[in-house]
């Protein structure tokens, strides 16, 4: 008998989409605030390099990641002689990949929402003896809320719905890399529609009512802090 | 109430010593090349039209810019010098900012905006000095509130409390008023004042309003095209300015050239088209002068007779060309064979019944021509 939902797999999605964010999330602060106020020359390649998962093929960035991670890479060589294991087809090699896969989703909302943070209300800070990281966590970080809140939630629901790049760099190990969008796919294949239908389904509602939950949250007319 | 904070240094030199400049990208350059001399409370204004550099020169003195030369000392204190490549920045330089925006955090409350710079204090001193604050403030039950939520006025106000809480050695106000309304800027003028008096803090204020420099300002800094033009006490500034381009920023409604013709015993004759002007002798005339006329010292009579009654020694046959409404004073221009302006009560245009074309008088004291050598 065909089981309800593939629950392995979607544990394990919800578990790699919560560790992709929170790495993304630490990342991407000091990142985004970099991109947003640095006058380097050379800024605009960094923010190349981070757009560019957003317009290529998920085999390509999968291969690039593969070479990078295999035995014979100074990367693949360092993690096994750290731990013992190979990167590639393990989770996590599949959280390193996914993490370069969902980095535009991170830091262009919050590079943008710090961006737009009025810059007198910065340099008023610094003027009452605030230094750069205290301004950051006093005034940049408590007005860019509804940036930073968009990058988690776009993180999570792209991690959730990779495919290609979980595909060469994960492979299909139930409980290691086999993803929901690997089982829905797997599923298919195999003509087992009624389970790769409602864990569709089931990917379908919760991408939908987190990204309605955001867009309802940003447009409130009362800002969150003044609820407190 | 803040006086301990600036009890008179020893050292004898200026409070405030600025020679400092920025150069733009793409060629301007704006300089901050003024003195605040000690002791005593003092407002210096740095005045000029908008563009002159007003406001970068006040973020040189805030570190908000960094110099490219040129150093600024405060109290002993070098703030910035780029020959030694010191650039203190803002944080360390103890002072108090008033930006044009005011820049009130607007995720904070009041309470939360005045005791955001008091972090080297304790919960119950900050808790103090906010109190302090919103009482000498007049903000008395707003301390929840949020900045959205308040007034033009009561949020200048929290602006101007939140730069003053850590009791500042310099505070930098700039346009402190220009985003009010016309009649809380008048009201506000006073109390302002009056405020900074009590704090004894020396203050740097910009502002384009001729006006506003008058009442707040003890001492004038002009500024045109990045550079500083003249600076002095206000009413020397005022009374004499250095050269026709700061008569004309300070608002001195005529500047016209005219002939010197002759000088004796301290006066000088000019003949300023037909007309003929007696002034007083500035000491180093020669062929040419600036004439400079306030238009407040331009009386207009009917009738041009010779005036046995009065002390004026210039009386000026002149046309009525327009006439401007503006407050409480109506602006006559008028055409004595040059232009020149005078500044009168609508009470008395009206007694007069002044239209536009009428003949009259133009009646000038001697005295209140300044005469600027141009040759």
């Avoid at chain 1, 409980?175 to 009624?194: H, K, L």
């Avoid at chain 2, 300015?241 to 000088?263: H, K, M, N, Y």
Wanted: charged share 20%; glycine share 10%.
């Amino acid at each position: 008998m065909a089981p309800l939902m593939d629950w392995q797999a979607i544990r394990l999605s919800l578990w790699l989409a919560s560790l992709t964010t929170l790495v993304l999330l630490i990342l991407g602060l000091p990142l985004a605030y970099w991109l947003a106020f640095s006058r380097r020359r050379w800024k605009f390649l960094v923010e190349a390099v981070v757009a560019m998962p957003l317009v290529l093929p998920p085999t390509v960035l999968g291969f690039y990641l593969l070479l990078a991670m295999g035995p014979r890479s100074p990367l693949g060589r360092a993690w096994e002689g750290l731990f013992g294991s190979t990167l590639p087809f393990s989770f996590e090699g599949l959280l390193i990949a996914s993490v370069l896969y969902s980095l535009p989703f991170m830091i262009q909302p919050l590079a943008a929402a710090f961006a737009s943070v009025d810059r007198g209300l910065i340099e008023a800070s610094w003027c009452l003896g605030v230094s750069r990281p205290g301004t950051f966590l006093r005034v940049i970080a408590p007005l860019s809320w509804a940036g930073i809140l968009t990058g988690l939630v776009l993180s999570f629901a792209h991690t959730l719905g990779e495919f290609g790049v979980v595909l060469m760099v994960g492979g299909n190990l139930p409980g290691r890399t086999r993803t929901v969008s690997i089982a829905i796919y797997d599923q298919v294949q195999a003509m087992d529609y009624g389970p790769a239908g409602r864990t569709a389904a089931l990917l379908l509602g919760v991408s939908f009512l987190v990204l309605a939950f955001t867009y309802a949250l940003r447009r409130r007319q009362r800002k969150p802090w003044t609820l407190i | 109430m803040d006086a301990h904070l600036i009890a008179a240094a020893p050292d004898s030199g200026p409070y405030l010593q600025a020679a400092a400049e920025r150069r733009f990208p793409g060629g301007a350059t704006i300089e901050a090349r003024f003195e605040v001399p000690r002791p005593g409370f003092s407002v210096t204004v740095l005045f000029g039209p908008s563009g002159s550099g007003k406001t970068t020169a006040l973020r040189l003195l805030a570190g908000l810019e960094r110099a490219d030369r040129g150093s600024i000392q405060v109290d002993g204190t070098v703030w910035s010098d780029a020959g030694r490549h010191i650039h203190l920045p803002p944080q360390v330089r103890d002072l108090g900012f008033l930006p044009q925006a005011y820049s009130l955090f607007p995720h904070l409350s009041v309470a939360a905006n005045l005791s955001y710079g008091l972090a080297a204090l304790d919960a119950r001193q900050r808790a103090a000095r906010v109190a302090e604050l919103l009482a000498l403030l007049d903000l008395g039950g707003l301390g929840d509130r949020h900045p959205g939520e308040l007034s033009g006025g009561q949020q200048q106000r929290v602006a101007l409390g939140r730069a003053l809480a850590r009791k500042p050695r310099l505070l930098l106000l700039d346009e402190p008023l220009s985003a009010l309304d016309r009649p809380s800027q008048l009201r506000l003028r006073k109390e302002l004042r009056e405020l900074l008096r009590a704090l004894d803090i020396p203050t740097i204020l910009v502002t384009h309003d001729r006006a506003e420099a008058l009442q707040l300002g003890d001492r004038l800094v002009v500024m045109d095209q990045g550079r500083v033009c003249q600076s002095g006490g206000i009413q020397q500034v005022f009374d004499r300015p250095t050269d026709p381009a700061v008569a004309r920023i300070l608002g001195v409604e005529t500047v016209v050239l005219g002939q010197v013709e002759s000088v004796s015993e301290g006066m000088a004759t000019l003949a300023v088209g037909p007309a003929r002007l007696l002034g007083a002798d500035p000491g180093n005339l020669g062929r040419l002068a600036f004439v400079c006329i306030r238009g407040e010292d331009v009386a207009v009579e009917r009738g041009c007779g010779p005036g046995f009654g009065s002390t004026a020694r210039n009386r000026l046959p002149a046309r009525i060309t327009t006439l401007h409404p503006e407050g409480s004073l109506v602006r006559i221009a008028l055409d004595a064979g040059f232009p020149l302006e005078s500044l009168v009560t609508r009470q008395a245009c009206t007694d007069l019944r002044l239209t536009e074309g009428d003949q009259v008088c133009a009646i000038l004291k001697a005295a209140a021509i300044h005469l600027i050598p141009h040759d």
